[in-house]
Nanobody, 124 residues
Framework: QVQLVESGGGLVQAGGSLRLSCAAS????????MGWFRQAPGKEREFVAG????????WYLDSVKGRFTISRDNAKNTVYLQMDSLKSEDTAVYYC?????????????????WGKGTQVTVSS
């Protein structure tokens, strides 16, 4: 069982930055690939970024490439999402998710554990 708790969301002006954190419970954090997803009102949950178990490989939604950076610290059981040059269209609830697999995938249903989410609002 893994419990995930996100933090770091808030209100920021367009062009600003936020750093999201996701703290995981348990001693097997390094066994999980991790993903960040987001869901805006009236829209489906979408994959934003993912990172494999070791942190050696990352994947991004095309619209956030070059602006967002995912990283992880297995010693601290934490995954991060650094978000720069934020745009109004980045406004959403952001969730982290864990998948008991080496492979990162983009489909939400493939993830085993989810946090409750943190709101990110970007004002234009």
């Amino acid at each position: 069982q893994v419990q995930l708790v996100e933090s770091g969301g808030g209100l920021v002006q367009a062009g600003g930055s936020l750093r999201l954190s996701c703290a995981a419970s348990g001693r097997t954090f390094s066994s999980y690939s991790m993903g960040w997803f987001r869901q805006a009102p009236g829209k489906e949950r979408e994959f934003v970024a993912g990172i494999n178990r070791s942190g050696g490989s990352t994947w991004y939604l095309d619209s956030v490439k070059g602006r967002f950076t995912i990283s992880r610290d297995n010693a601290k059981n934490t995954v991060y999402l650094q978000m720069d040059s934020l745009k109004s269209e980045d406004t959403a609830v952001y969730y982290c998710a864990a998948r008991n697999s080496w492979f990162v995938v983009k489909e939400p249903h493939a993830y085993d554990y989810w946090g409750k989410g943190t709101q990110v609002t970007v004002s234009s």
